[in-house]
Structure formats: structure tokens, C-alpha cells
């Protein structure tokens, strides 16, 4: 993994653990995914970054 791609996989592992925290509070998702739904398509769309989900399951 290149420096530029391991910065921009570490700020958007920070970016979804905020997301994560907010999650609790949000009481109406309206037609939105909850955060775990959210993730659920995320992993099958990107999966193989393993890189990224290597951050995020820390």
C-alpha cells in the first residue's frame, strides 16, 4: 500500500468510527441504512481493501 492510499484509508476509517459513535443517537434513518446496514454494503462493494478493513476492525 502507497502512502497516499494508506493516509486516505486511515482518515476514512477515523471518518466511519465517528460514525459509528453518532449511530446511538439517531432515533429515525428515515429511508437511510442504519450504520450496520451501511457497513453491510460497504464490505460486499469493497471487500477486497483489505488495507482499509484491516483500520477499521482495530
Same mark, same amino acid.
Given at each position: 500500500?502507497?502512502?497516499?492510499?494508506?493516509?486516505?484509508?486511515?482518515?476514512?476509517?477515523?471518518?466511519?468510527?465517528?460514525?459509528?459513535?453518532?449511530? #446511538?443517537?439517531?432515533?429515525?434513518?428515515?429511508? &437511510?441504512?442504519?450504520? #450496520?446496514?451501511?457497513?453491510?454494503?460497504?464490505?460486499?462493494? &469493497?471487500?477486497?481493501? &483489505?488495507?482499509?478493513?484491516?483500520?477499521?476492525?482495530?
Amino acid at each position: 500500500m502507497t502512502g497516499g492510499k494508506s493516509k486516505r484509508y486511515r482518515h476514512a476509517a477515523r471518518h466511519l468510527a465517528e460514525c459509528r459513535s453518532c449511530d #446511538a443517537t439517531i432515533t429515525d434513518f428515515s429511508d &437511510h441504512p442504519s450504520h #450496520a446496514q451501511f457497513l453491510e454494503i460497504l464490505r460486499k462493494e &469493497h471487500g477486497r481493501k &483489505h488495507g482499509f478493513w484491516r483500520l477499521v476492525d482495530l
